[in-house]
Nanobody, 124 residues
């Protein structure tokens, strides 16, 4: 019920915008998280956005390079990736989890629905 798109191959320093779309019953009232998994590494949290869209969290390694936004009218969440580095190469996933508080999000909460992932590859 979640579908990611927007991945691709870019050179270091380049940008991509990833999209995550969902059905109404998944999107409404759910926290959306972005995660990534590089080959041979564990999955890690990248960002999350609250169901109300007013709280956004980022992993430390993002360091101002990525921006998460939410468009409720389109049932979509976006992850803008700027200043990409080769170490950002990974499959990026979005996931939806029930919100205990519409105004808060956490990358460590439970996420029930996952997309199929979109590949981001950054060349040096």
């Amino acid at each position: 019920r979640l579908v990611e798109s927007g991945g691709g191959l870019v050179q270091a320093g380049g940008s991509l915008t990833l999209s995550c779309t969902a059905s109404d019953e998944v999107f409404d009232g759910y926290t959306i998280g972005w995660f990534r998994q590089a080959p041979g590494k564990a999955r890690e949290g990248v960002s999350c956005i609250s169901s109300a869209g007013n709280n956004i969290m980022y992993a430390d390694f993002v360091k101002g390079r990525f921006t998460t936004s939410r468009d409720s009218a389109e049932n979509a969440v976006y992850l803008r990736l700027n200043s990409l580095k080769p170490e950002d190469t990974a499959v990026y996933y979005c996931a939806a989890g029930p919100s205990a508080d519409r105004n808060m999000c956490s990358m460590t909460q439970g996420f029930d629905d996952w997309g199929q992932g979109t590949q981001v590859a950054v060349s040096s």
